[in-house]
Nanobody, 128 residues
Framework: QVQVVESGGGSVQAGGSLRLGCTAS????????MGWFRQAPGKEREGVSC????????DYADSVKGRFTISRDNAKNTLYLQMNSLKPEDTAMYYC?????????????????????WGQGTQVTVSS
């Protein structure tokens, strides 16, 4: 049984930083491209960042480029999202997800439809 569990959310003031973590079990973590998504109240879920399984290919939403950094530790089955210079508009529930297919290579996607295994989310609240 695959389990994806996020951690590290919380409340910070604008300009602050948070580091989200995501552990995945029940699958060969290093075989999966991983991603972070977020959903604010009343808005659609949006792709924040993705990281190809080898760790060499990333993509970011324009709204977070230069502020967020995605990384992974395959030995620990863990995905991270370092979030700096946080803004109130970053307030959302953040979700970690694993790609629909294992052993894909050469790209990563910010489309939710390309991901199959999802965590329950961790709340990030940024106050002005």
């Amino acid at each position: 049984q695959v389990q994806v569990v996020e951690s590290g959310g919380g409340s910070v003031q604008a300009g602050g930083s948070l580091r989200l973590g995501c552990t995945a079990s029940g699958l060969t973590f290093g075989a999966y491209t991983m991603g972070w998504f977020r959903q604010a109240p009343g808005k659609e879920r949006e792709g924040v960042s993705c990281l190809e399984r080898s760790g060499t290919i990333t993509d970011y939403a324009d709204s977070v480029k230069g502020r967020f950094t995605i990384s992974r530790d395959n030995a620990k089955n863990t995905l991270y999202l370092q979030m700096n210079s946080l803004k109130p508009e970053d307030t959302a529930m953040y979700y970690c997800a694993a790609y629909r297919r294992s052993w894909s290579a050469g790209s990563c996607s910010l489309r939710a439809v390309d991901f199959y295994y999802w965590g329950q989310g961790t709340q990030v609240t940024v106050s002005s």
